[in-house]
């Protein structure tokens, strides 16, 4: 059982986040999780999240599952959760890092095969906290190699967009009233010009109908060709992004 060659449970000296700035230069490095899984998000994120917005025992949507980063956390903190992919590699990711067992974790984790835009068997409103962390269009190709359609990682700019409309709209119709969205973004550079995806996506979630509670900025570190980057920034004089974008909707 995965369990047995797990010694830590838990961060250590762990706060809650109390600023809209967060930064994670320590990756995470208790119960399953790892960064094998590239662009996963630092447990730290989706831990803060769902302390502050869920409670134990509450549903817990994360529709872009991934490196299953989030289905550990809640499982860790009691609540139940339901973890979608299009990409069948992580989806069997996701399995293997849920399978420990711990005394006091018993959160219900189900994985699924699924579309974040259309939600296929999840009624309305019937998630307590929506916690994930969509791909940022093309930067990264999740389903390089193999034959995924629904992959919205596929996608340039203008058509991920639009793509994110209908997760934005599916969001809301599976969230109960009163409840929170918490979606990271980041943006991009083109042609030696940033697009701010980052808003534009926050633009479409309000537009489905959501509030904006909170915008947190959120720090990135670790990144992949940091010194090649480091050196064509000066040469060509422009900034690395170093910044990424996590926003808290709330659905009245």
């Excluded at 940022?136 to 389903?143: L, Q, R, T, V």
């Amino acid at each position: 059982m995965i369990s047995n060659n797990i010694k830590k449970w838990e961060p250590d000296d762990f706060e809650l986040e109390m600023t809209s700035v967060w930064s994670f230069p320590k990756r995470g490095d208790w119960a399953t999780h790892d960064a094998k899984w590239r662009g996963n998000w630092s447990p730290y994120i989706p831990r803060n999240i769902l302390l502050r917005y869920s409670k134990a025992g509450d549903l817990i949507l994360d529709q872009f599952a991934g490196g299953g980063t989030t289905l550990v956390e809640a499982k860790l903190l009691n609540r139940n959760i339901i973890g979608l992919d299009v990409n069948d590699e992580a989806l069997s990711r996701c399995r293997e890092k849920t399978k420990f067992k711990r005394k006091g974790a018993d959160g219900i984790v189900k994985i699924h095969k699924g579309d974040a835009r259309k939600l296929c068997g999840i009624k309305d409103e019937s998630i307590d906290l929506i916690c994930t962390h969509p791909p940022y269009a093309d930067i990264i190709h999740y389903s390089e190699g193999k034959d995924i359609p629904e992959d919205i990682s596929n996608y340039k700019i203008d058509e991920f967009l639009e793509q994110m409309k209908a997760v934005a709209g599916e969001s809301y119709r599976v969230l109960k009233k009163g409840k929170f969205c918490a979606i990271l973004m980041g943006d991009v550079r083109k042609k030696g010009h940033v697009i701010p995806l980052s808003f534009k996506t926050m633009q479409l979630f309000e537009d489905a109908g959501f509030r904006l509670k909170e915008i947190i900025l959120k720090e990135q570190h670790n990144c992949r060709a940091t010194g090649y980057w480091k050196t064509s920034s000066i040469k060509y004089n422009f900034f690395l992004l170093a910044h990424e974008f996590l926003f808290i909707f709330k659905k009245d």
